[in-house]
């Protein structure tokens, strides 16, 4: 679908001048001051309501901020601010959007406006705030869930031995996934952190040091409180935070499963991970779960940054059940020959008139790894072949866009539980108990294979990477450089550690063991893949942002998946059979468990170089423009050996340091008053060789 744009009544909003202040910022630079708290904005007086568009189809202006647009509970907080342009425009109000936007907004000298396409969620609180409701009174198929498919895939199949799609839930709600998933909080090991500092040539900001720093500056830990537990959790205070907006605690209520997991695992020879929390995450333990113990509620990003501001900042517009459409772009390139964002376009539905929004100083997607690359690649930024092929007009082209896609593939053995045997279920479970499921172990190679057939793995995996990249022939030669890097670092610096005696352990999980008895009629054990080797793609499917994207996650396509997986369903098995769990289990109920996704996907937007199928640069910024950012899970460069919203708090939290730290120029005037297509603007204008996406022969 071609859209037009629309003609805007623009209100500019005054700038206040002092003597000191100098009349004109630099644009934002590679010279920065991070974990600063020093602002440089533009102090400005809000000018009256008067956000408007014109419809499509005549010449009337509508007002915006109608309740009807908005929804009740939520249009309080857009009519304290009410104007066209803003400093900073965040194209989606999810995990990262809204703690972006609660911290972006402590500065009362800049507007921030967010723009989300799913639900307020205040209707559904009193669901979505029992942390047991994430098993009991799920959201997931409801209207608060994206409800998202895979296409088809291969090694997956049907009973009948046809290949299926596999779901994937996100939510579609302000706070995003944080608002409906299960709730656990763990953290990657510092091995990871640093890798990722490595990739994204940044490690003071991206290793592990500055990384908890972020996470602590985003938690409100509480100690255990159950007893029973007591044996298999150490004290985590002094690695967690104790101020931040997120909750994080144990859950409280137990079972006897939960108090025999760590127990059971060290029978098996999988120690005790005692610091979790400080870069040590291989072995057992309890997990700590986004859940305020004041309340015993669920916590998560709307009520941890949101809601305790909403009536207290005029500076912060949140706008539920708006879809962002695309990026609209300055016409001529500045002086750095970089596209500039100018502001967004959004609308309630696809039938619905396209508004426009302006963005003073940055356009930040928090869109998730599927929305995020879908806004880019509908503004002109990705693959050339798929845009023509979509009929969208190329800007940027960056091949990286939607590639890398990575997903902790997951499965489950599920026993019988023994006659007798107490486990939560619907009936008697209360808000206080907040029961969530929180065994957690992260097994290395060593652990699952030995020394020997550790070895025989890596080199194994070595070579079915090269043939792997090889036989890629339709992905862009700059990811499969990527993918070569990030198989490296993989294989040589995180599965394993290495010295002249040989392997010496490893610094990362490859695969995660999870403890389920939230069913209330049985316990499984789940074992999901923490370093997966095959790599996958989001596309856009059509010009048309109500058009869900095209998802293909290639599951199991790299061998070494199969075979990490296969060892991960052993290691379910041994667990089953290992005491003390063993005699809360009568039997294997099912046996040859279906294998799904366990929705952590990322790295549609990897941080990495251009070069190397990259998108963001280690300041968040999009490769080719001045000032649109990926603030979400999607930037993550190399899967991670955790649940993802743990490292999704602390990306927003880095974040607005980074973004706190920069000078801006302001958008003075803009040019939306044309009718029609839109005046074709790229950034390869300069007449520099576009990269082909199709393999470099």
Not at 464 to 473: C, E, G, P
Not at 508 to 528: N, Q
Not at 672 to 692: F, I, L, P, Q, T
Request: net charge negative; with cysteine; aromatic share 8%.
């Amino acid at each position: 679908m071609k859209t037009t744009f629309i003609t805007l009544l623009l209100v500019y909003l005054p700038i206040v001048s002092t003597a000191s202040r100098e009349p004109h910022r630099s644009r934002p630079s590679s010279h920065h001051h991070r974990r600063t708290r020093n602002f440089h904005a533009d102090p400005y007086t809000p000018s009256t309501p008067s956000l408007y568009s014109r419809d499509s189809f005549g010449d009337q202006p509508r007002p915006l901020h109608r309740r009807s647009e908005l929804g009740a509970a939520i249009a309080k907080i857009y009519t304290a601010v009410t104007d066209e342009v803003f400093d900073y425009v965040i194209a989606g109000g999810r995990t990262a959007g809204l703690a972006l936007a609660g911290r972006l907004s402590e500065d009362p000298d800049v507007t921030v406006a967010v723009i989300e396409a799913g639900h307020s969620g205040y209707n559904s609180d009193s669901e979505l705030l029992v942390p047991s409701n994430a098993y009991f009174k799920s959201s997931v198929g409801s209207d608060l869930d994206w409800q998202y498919e895979t296409a088809l895939q291969s090694k997956l199949q049907d009973e009948s031995g046809n290949a299926r799609t596999a779901s994937w839930p996100r939510g579609k709600v302000l706070g995003g996934s944080s608002a409906i998933n299960g709730l656990y909080y763990v953290a990657a090991s510092k091995r990871e952190h640093q890798v990722w500092g490595r990739l994204s040539g940044d490690v003071a900001t991206w290793g592990w040091h500055s990384f908890r720093d972020a996470m602590k500056t985003s938690t409100d830990f509480s100690p255990n409180q159950i007893k029973e537990l007591d044996s298999s959790i150490k004290n985590q205070t002094k690695y967690v935070g104790d101020n931040g907006p997120v909750g994080v605690t144990y859950p409280g209520v137990s079972y006897q499963p939960v108090a025999d997991w760590v127990p059971t695992l060290a029978a098996l020879g999988i120690d005790h991970a005692e610091s979790p929390y400080n870069g040590d995450n291989q072995g057992a333990f309890i997990a700590t779960s986004t859940i305020n113990p004041k309340t015993w509620e669920r916590s998560f990003s709307r009520n941890a940054y949101i809601d305790p501001i909403v009536n207290k900042r005029k500076n912060l517009v949140v706008l539920p059940n708006q879809t962002v459409t695309r990026i609209i772009w300055d016409t001529e390139l500045n002086e750095d020959r970089k596209l500039r964002a100018l502001g967004v376009e959004f609308a309630a539905n696809s039938a619905a008139s396209r508004v426009h929004v302006t963005a003073r100083r940055e356009v930040i997607l928090s869109a998730g790894a599927i929305g995020s690359p879908q806004i880019l690649q509908l503004s002109g930024v990705g693959c050339k072949e798929l845009l023509e092929k979509n009929n969208v007009t190329l800007v940027k082209e960056l091949p990286g866009v939607g590639q890398n896609l990575q997903d902790h593939l997951a499965g489950s053995v599920t026993y019988t539980p023994a006659d007798g045997l107490v486990l939560p279920s619907a009936t008697n479970l209360t808000r206080k108990a907040s029961f969530v499921d929180s065994s957690v172990a992260y097994i290395t190679l060593k652990k699952m294979y030995g020394t020997n057939e550790t070895a025989n793995f890596i080199a194994r995996a070595k070579k079915l990477s090269v043939d792997y990249i090889k036989s890629a022939t339709d992905v862009p030669a700059a990811v499969r450089r990527g993918w070569a890097k990030q198989y490296k670092y993989l294989l040589e610096d995180l599965l394993v550690l290495t010295s002249k005696n040989g392997f010496t352990g490893s610094a990362k999980g490859a695969i995660e063991m999870l403890l389920g008895i939230s069913t209330g009629s049985s316990i499984t054990v789940e074992a999901a893949l923490q370093a997966p080797f095959s790599r996958g793609w989001v596309e856009i499917s059509s010009d048309n942002a109500f058009d869900k994207p095209i998802i293909n996650p290639n599951y199991l396509q790299h061998q070494s998946d199969v075979e990490l997986m296969r060892s991960g369903f052993q290691i379910a098995r041994k667990i089953g059979q290992t005491a003390p769990l063993s005699s809360l289990v009568k039997a294997e109920a099912a046996p040859g468990a279906e294998v799904d996704s366990d929705e952590e996907w990322d790295n549609t937007c990897s941080m990495l170089d251009e070069g190397d199928g990259g998108v963001v640069d280690e300041e968040l910024r999009v490769y080719g423009t001045s000032n649109v950012r990926v603030v979400d899970a999607s930037v993550v460069p190399i899967s991670l050996s955790s649940h993802l919203m743990s490292a999704t708090f602390a990306i927003a939290e880095t974040a607005a340091e980074l973004i706190k730290s920069c000078l801006y120029d302001v958008v003075d005037e803009c040019d939306w008053d044309g009718e029609g297509e839109d005046e074709e603007v790229s950034a390869n204008a300069d007449g520099a060789e576009e990269e082909d996406c199709e393999d470099e022969e």
